[in-house]
Each structure stands twice: as structure tokens, then as C-alpha cells.
């Protein structure tokens, strides 16, 4: 599976967009983007994934560069309670475990 | 449904001790794997099962074992207990699905394993 590069933290005001970076040059083709969240030691938490459109949940959006090479994780109207931990991955489809890095920790202020 | 569920949530050992951390899933996942998180990292994968009576292991497995006789359970064993053990384990399972189809995993809430 691809290596993933993060910033290692960040802070926004809450109501406020929070947009997180992830850098992916090495991804293959048939690779994935996957979005984890962590809040305070809490088990892992799924956040969105996408393969090269750009996808929308109800907790979140994912933005692909058209190279796939990097992308954004954004929570529209960050709350206190999104600050965590969020963990970028990339990985295969199926078979494949999910490797994680330390992650961009989050602190969504006052 | 409850998910993953993780017994215990606390336990404390002394060194050479034994023990067994339970992971159930009740959504009959194929793929089930245990993890170890330190402090200030990532999670680093120890086992990993993708149907019952198939295991195999991740990045460290040293020290772990596991089996896999049901699809509802993964239990992970600590034969003799090292300080170097002390950590917090998650269990995670997922559906095995191809054809191009992702699947998320769930996690468990935990267990934080001290040995002393």
C-alpha cells in the first residue's frame, strides 16, 4: 500500500471549515483513499473514502487532485467535538490491511 | 446491533502472566485483525484473519497469539506478559468483498493492557 504524508497537526474555530491535507504520490491505480478519525484513545472511527471523484457524506467531503497524488479531507462547520486525531490511508480495495501513520491531530477551538 | 465488543476494557498483569483479550462481532464480517497503539503513534497491525481457521500475522506479532474457530470471534493471547506489552489494543473487523467495492472496518473501543 501507498505511503501517506500528513502535517502533524492543525487548529480551526469552530463553525468554521476545516480543510486536511493528505500527500499520496506513490498511489496506484486500483488505490483508495481512506479517512479515519480517532477521538481521545477511542477506537478508530471511518470517515469517507474515494478513488478518484470526489465524494460527500454526512460527515464530511473528500477532495481528489486529478493526479490522485494528494487530498483534502473537509469538515464543513467543525465542532469541538471533531477534534481528534485523522488518519489518511491508502490502500487496495479488498485483502489489503489498513496501515496507519501517526496522523494530523485536529484541535477545533472556541 | 453492538458491533465489536472488546472484554476487557482495563487490565493490569505482572510480567509472565498470561491472558486472553476477547473481540466479538456480530455482523458477520469475514475479516477481523487486532492492533497495539502506543503513546504519541499510529496503529501498528499484530494479527490479522480473514475467515475462520485462517490467520495470519501483521507488523508485530512477537509475543501475540491468535486463532480463529468461529466468524464471530478472534480472541488474542498473551502467552508471558513483557512490560513491553503495555499498550492499548484495538480489535477491528470488516466484510472481504471484491470486485472493486471498499468495505470500512469497525473498531472496537479498546482494551488498555498494563503489565507491571
Known amino acids: 500500500d501507498a505511503k501517506t504524508t500528513q502535517p502533524p497537526s492543525m487548529d480551526c474555530a469552530e463553525g468554521r471549515a476545516a480543510n486536511l491535507p493528505c500527500n499520496h504520490s506513490?498511489?496506484?491505480?486500483?488505490?483508495?483513499v481512506y479517512w479515519y478519525r480517532q477521538i481521545h484513545s477511542q477506537g478508530p472511527q471511518y470517515i469517507i473514502h474515494g478513488l478518484k471523484n470526489n465524494e460527500t457524506n454526512e460527515m464530511a467531503s473528500l477532495i481528489i487532485t486529478e493526479d490522485r497524488k494528494s487530498s483534502t479531507l473537509i469538515l464543513p462547520h467543525a465542532t469541538l467535538r471533531d477534534t481528534a486525531v485523522y488518519y489518511c490511508?491508502?490502500?487496495?480495495?479488498?485483502?489489503?490491511?489498513?496501515?496507519f501513520g501517526k496522523g494530523i491531530t485536529l484541535s477545533v477551538r472556541p | 446491533n453492538a458491533g465489536v465488543t472488546q472484554t476487557p476494557k482495563f487490565q493490569v498483569l505482572k510480567t509472565g502472566q498470561s491472558m486472553t483479550l476477547q473481540c466479538a462481532q456480530d455482523?458477520?464480517?469475514?475479516?477481523m485483525s487486532w492492533y497495539r497503539q502506543d503513546p504519541g503513534m499510529g496503529l501498528r497491525l499484530i494479527h490479522y484473519?480473514?475467515?475462520?481457521?485462517?490467520?495470519d500475522q501483521g507488523e508485530v506479532p512477537n509475543g501475540y497469539n491468535v486463532s480463529r474457530s468461529t466468524t464471530e470471534d478472534f480472541p488474542l493471547r498473551l502467552l508471558s506478559a513483557a512490560p513491553s506489552q503495555t499498550s492499548v489494543y484495538f480489535c477491528?473487523?470488516?466484510?472481504?468483498?471484491?470486485?472493486?467495492?471498499?468495505?470500512?472496518?469497525?473498531f472496537g473501543q479498546g482494551t488498555r493492557l498494563t503489565v507491571v
Open positions: 455482523m458477520n464480517h469475514e475479516y
Open positions: 484473519s480473514v475467515g475462520a481457521g485462517i490467520t
Open positions: 490511508i491508502v490502500r487496495v480495495a479488498y485483502g489489503s490491511k489498513l496501515t
Open positions: 477491528a473487523s470488516r466484510p472481504q468483498v471484491g470486485g472493486g467495492s471498499s468495505p470500512e472496518a469497525f
Open positions: 506513490t498511489i496506484s491505480g486500483n488505490e483508495y
